[in-house]
């Protein structure tokens, strides 16, 4: 998974971190470049600001409390304000307010807040 963010706090599994980039491969989560220590199990994710993208998000949890570019989730669900860009998803679902693309699902399930 990678979230390019702008300007806020990351909770990973209840750790705040700050940072822009957050990149999870095999369990291990970086932030900004920097290899989280301790981080096991189910990884859920909450953004405190906007959101440029979310690609790849596999099976984790996402919550933003803001804005998000576009999202690409495989069967992980995401909760956001507005979308600016596009929705693609496989399984997961995707609840957030206005789309200003297009939205592509498999199974998954887009809801307006």
Same mark, same amino acid.
């Given at each position: 998974?990678?979230?390019?963010? !702008? #300007?806020?706090?990351?909770?990973?599994? =209840? &750790?705040?971190?700050?940072?822009?980039?957050?990149?999870?491969?095999?369990?291990?989560? !970086?932030? $900004?470049?920097?290899? /989280?220590? #301790?981080?096991? =199990?189910?990884?859920?994710?909450?953004? #405190? =600001? $906007?959101?440029?993208?979310?690609?790849?998000?596999?099976? &984790? $949890?996402?919550?933003?409390?803001?804005?998000? *570019?576009? @999202?690409?989730?495989?069967? =992980?669900?995401?909760?956001?304000?507005?979308? &600016?860009?596009? @929705? /693609? !998803?496989? &399984?997961?679902?995707?609840?957030?307010?206005?789309?200003? *693309? #297009? @939205?592509? !699902?498999?199974?998954?399930?887009?809801?307006?807040?």
């Amino acid at each position: 998974m990678k979230i390019s963010a !702008t #300007n806020g706090t990351i909770s990973v599994n =209840g &750790s705040i971190y700050a940072g822009n980039n957050i990149s999870i491969v095999n369990g291990v989560v !970086t932030i $900004d470049g920097v290899v /989280q220590p #301790n981080v096991t =199990g189910n990884i859920s994710i909450t953004i #405190n =600001g $906007d959101v440029g993208s979310i690609e790849e998000a596999g099976s &984790s $949890d996402i919550l933003v409390k803001g804005n998000v *570019g576009d @999202i690409s989730t495989g069967s =992980g669900s995401v909760k956001c304000n507005d979308v &600016s860009g596009s @929705i /693609q !998803t496989g &399984s997961g679902s995707i609840k957030c307010s206005n789309v200003g *693309g #297009n @939205i592509s !699902t498999r199974s998954g399930s887009v809801k307006r807040n």
